[in-house]
Nanobody
């Protein structure tokens, strides 16, 4: 099973980016998909998750700015990021979980927000 994230890049503060994640090789549907991020020198942190039923969970620091959604294709997820701030600069990782299996991680996509 492989998760492939895309959509990262360089954007000015206040701008927007949309991250996408697609999965290959899975014969099942992830119960939960989501995004984490890791900034230089910091621990990886949760950004947002969404269940197969559409229930979302967003970190407080992105509420009102980011939106997570699942695509029509199985095991795809997107993260719409608006009003980006320099502190949003990080490598963003998509993840998929199907308990009791261990979570799967994508390779990460770099988001850089300039001030």
């Amino acid at each position: 099973v492989q998760l492939q994230a895309s959509g990262g890049g360089l954007v000015q503060a206040g701008g927007s980016l949309r991250l996408s994640c697609a999965t290959s090789g899975a014969r099942f549907s992830f119960n939960v998909m989501g995004w984490y991020r890791q900034a230089p020198g910091k621990q990886r942190e949760l950004v947002a998750t969404i269940t197969s039923g559409g229930i979302t969970n967003l970190a407080d620091f992105v509420k009102g700015r980011f939106t997570i959604s699942r695509g029509s294709a199985r095991n795809t997820v997107s993260l719409q990021m608006n009003s980006l701030k320099p502190e949003d600069t990080a490598v963003y990782y998509c993840t998929g979980r199907q308990p009791p299996l261990a979570p799967y991680w994508g390779q990460g996509t770099l988001v850089t927000v300039s001030s």
